[in-house]
């Protein structure tokens, strides 16, 4: 019960804070790090377990719970839902074959990578299918601005983890 509370508060105060936090008029993308948290939480767990990876069915409902939650405040039901959850996989998949321990220069640069493939995803799927006219340019300005920022929150967040 109090994980579950936990979540929720963290879910709030995340979408909160990615409301009202702009910079240069681009929206934050702090939604990605509650996927990133919640791979690290869910596959490095405190108890050690006999090589044996936790089910995959709890993230494959989280990821879509998130991008559904962000495509609330959109008004476009369908992009954030199919980025998060890609990214959220691609992220579990990573966490299953990285056997050693996760430095935190390989964090950022996990962080930074998957929050770009997020963003981009997210970005590719609305100008895709709405005809939005977007430039390459935008685009990797709002991608690496995006990265940049989550890096140091999500590094915060997930302080002695792997």
């Not at 998130?66 to 959109?74: H, P, S, V």
């Not at 008004?75 to 935190?104: C, D, H, V, Y």
Request: aromatic share 16%.
């Amino acid at each position: 019960m109090t994980n579950i509370l936990k979540w929720l508060i963290l879910i709030f105060i995340t979408f909160l804070a990615e409301h009202f936090i702009t910079i240069d008029g681009i929206h934050l993308n702090f939604s990605f790090i509650l996927v990133y948290l919640f791979v690290i939480d869910y596959m490095f767990p405190e108890e050690e377990q006999k090589k044996v990876y936790p089910s995959e069915v709890l993230p494959i409902l989280f990821f879509p719970a998130i991008g559904f939650i962000e495509d609330l405040f959109q008004g476009i039901i369908g992009p954030a839902i199919i980025s998060k959850t890609i990214s959220g996989i691609g992220l579990m998949i990573l966490a299953k074959q990285i056997f050693f321990n996760w430095t935190e220069i390989f964090k950022s640069l996990v962080i930074f990578c998957f929050t770009i493939i997020d963003e981009g995803l997210h970005t590719f799927i609305i100008s895709y299918f709405l005809n939005i006219d977007t430039t390459p340019l935008k685009i990797f300005k709002t991608s690496v601005l995006q990265g940049l920022m989550n890096i140091p929150a999500a590094l915060l967040l997930s302080w002695r983890k792997p």
